[in-house]
């Protein structure tokens, strides 16, 4: 009987684990190499929402949904773009996405549980439900990773042991700064964790870290036959088809001229820092095609550098009542509670509102702090610039301060009512719900700016490991060459393959599902070769 060949799975994040999991249960061998020390990727780093219409999970709580409406939601997040929507793709992930879940979740990876109260992103948009389509894992107890626990990697955002409903409760800034509990992981961590849990149950991954692949290797007619990858310890070489499950490319400043057109002074990134776009690298290598995927349309958060180490810090401050965010002329310009409003009048080519500006004053201070400066304390020397009046504190930024004064005066007589006719913060469920203050009435995003000293910041958009554009795939997961044919023994899952599935759409927990959905795909085809 021939020897089945090894899978080799380039990426130690979720979707990666997943395909290596679904591969081993279905008879491979398989080699994961992650170039971090620790596994868990973006994923890890991530809330841990996977948005899946029509799911077993909300069925069994009551909620109707059905795949019509869900594709219909879709179609309707898409539609700037249509020409970047994989139609195919799309219904593909939708219909796969329920049984994949039900999936994992049989094999004993996870356990869903419902996020509830979670409304969709767009309200309006035809086919958008109040709650049902986003899940997640049930807390997790790390200890059963025996000695993998310290090969975990542990989200810096999300405190391990909360919950949503804690956040929902407390809100999220004041469960950030809760203390972590002793064993249990939760949020994207913990999905994470179950995944692994299951894979070392199997005896049946090797598990590289510190092993960046640097190529991959072809036969004689330029068949993919496996990868490359340095470690530790020299060179490795692993034979059989590789799947690509890296994330993308925020930490590449050339990938992100390319894709993005941003410098590095205007971004930034709360993914791990070995995110630099391989995936991308190795699919050119092979004859892969490559997405666009407009700069307007990729997931990214308002943020700064954090005022220790080489990374970046990103709260709900932002989005909290008593804060606003401006453009150098001292005018708001979105709603800057909500990335999917800021971040097209930023990267915009044409009329960019950069560099961009967040302004607070002394009641946000108190009540929020920023980042991993408690509330009340002093932030971090150098960080923060701060003033007694908004005239003197515009001039200190570099933003016209009479102009900024005037526009927090208008700003304000419409926050203490808990409204915003100029740009409608305050008005999108998700935000209210995920990054407002729940005891803040009567808008948890709204608060006037009125007690002195006032304070600001330059701000940069950070990246979140979904850089939308990426290595171009069919509705299954396979790398296609720009005239569309198969590459031969190479897949891509998870957010290295282009965002075409739901175009220039998003949702959050739209990259996730897609993950899972893909690696259930790939590992099922896999499995099923002699």
């Not at 107890?141 to 391990?160: C, H, I, K, N, T």
């Not at 690298?281 to 349309?297: D, V």
């Not at 690696?519 to 896999?526: F, Y």
């Amino acid at each position: 009987m021939a020897v089945r060949e090894r899978v080799i799975v380039v990426g130690g994040g979720l979707s990666g684990l997943a395909t290596a999991l679904g591969a081993a249960l279905g008879g491979r061998a398989v080699t994961v190499f992650e170039s971090a020390d620790r596994l868990g990727g973006a994923a890890a780093y991530s809330g841990g929402q996977v948005w899946v219409g029509a799911n077993h999970v909300a069925a069994r709580a009551g909620i109707d949904d059905d795949l019509q409406r869900a594709e219909s939601y879709v179609h309707g997040i898409a539609h700037d773009h249509p020409d970047l929507l994989d139609e195919q793709a799309m219904r593909r992930w939708l219909t796969a996405a329920p049984q994949a879940i039900r999936y994992w979740e049989d094999v004993g990876a996870v356990r869903w549980t419902l996020i509830e109260g979670l409304a969709d992103y767009h309200a309006d948009v035809p086919g958008a439900l109040p709650a049902g389509r986003y899940l997640t894992g049930e807390p997790f107890g790390a200890e059963s990773l025996g000695e993998w626990r310290d090969r975990l990697q542990v989200s810096p955002y999300f405190r391990m042991g909360t919950t949503y409903a804690d956040l929902f409760a407390k809100g999220r800034r004041r469960t950030a700064a809760a203390a972590d509990a002793a064993d249990v992981v939760t949020f994207g961590t913990g999905l994470v964790a179950g995944f692994l849990a299951r894979i070392l149950a199997t005896e049946a991954v090797e598990i590289l870290v510190s092993h960046r692949v640097n190529q991959l290797l072809f036969d004689g007619d330029g068949r993919v036959i496996g990868a490359e990858a340095d470690g530790p310890d020299g060179r490795v070489q692993r034979h059989g088809p590789v799947v690509l499950a890296t994330s993308t490319y925020d930490w590449d400043a050339d990938l992100v001229r390319r894709f993005v057109g941003l410098e590095p002074e205007d971004i930034g990134s709360m993914a791990p820092e070995t995110l630099r776009g391989d995936a991308i690298r190795l699919a050119e290598s092979a004859g892969g095609a490559i997405t666009t995927i407009p700069a307007s349309s990729v997931p990214m958060v308002p943020g700064w550098r954090a005022p220790t180490a080489t990374g970046y810090e990103n709260g709900p401050e932002y989005a909290m009542p008593h804060a606003i965010m401006v453009d150098r002329a001292g005018c708001r310009f979105c709603d800057d509670s909500y990335w999917p409003s800021i971040v097209p009048r930023v990267v915009d080519q044409h009329d960019p509102h950069r560099p961009f500006f967040l302004v607070w004053d002394e009641q946000h201070r108190r009540k929020y702090g920023l980042g991993s400066t408690p509330p009340g304390e002093d932030y971090p020397e150098g960080m923060v610039t701060s003033a007694l009046t908004l005239p003197e504190l515009g001039a200190a930024l570099g933003i016209d301060g009479d102009q900024l004064a005037a526009t927090v005066e208008t700003f304000n007589a419409h926050a203490v009512r808990g409204e915003d006719p100029a740009f409608g913060r305050g008005s999108i469920e998700f935000i209210r719900r995920f990054s407002g203050d729940p005891g803040h009435e009567p808008n948890p995003l709204l608060g006037p700016l009125t007690d002195a000293p006032f304070h600001g910041m330059r701000l940069r958009l950070l990246g979140v490991g979904i850089g939308s554009s990426g290595v171009r795939t069919d509705a299954d997961g396979h790398v296609v060459d720009p005239q569309g044919s198969v590459v031969e023994n190479l897949y891509a899952v998870g957010s290295c393959a282009a965002t075409t599935t739901f175009g220039s759409g998003y949702n959050s927990g739209f990259a996730l599902s897609r993950g899972l959905t893909l690696a259930h795909l790939v590992a099922d085809e896999l499995s099923a070769l002699p």
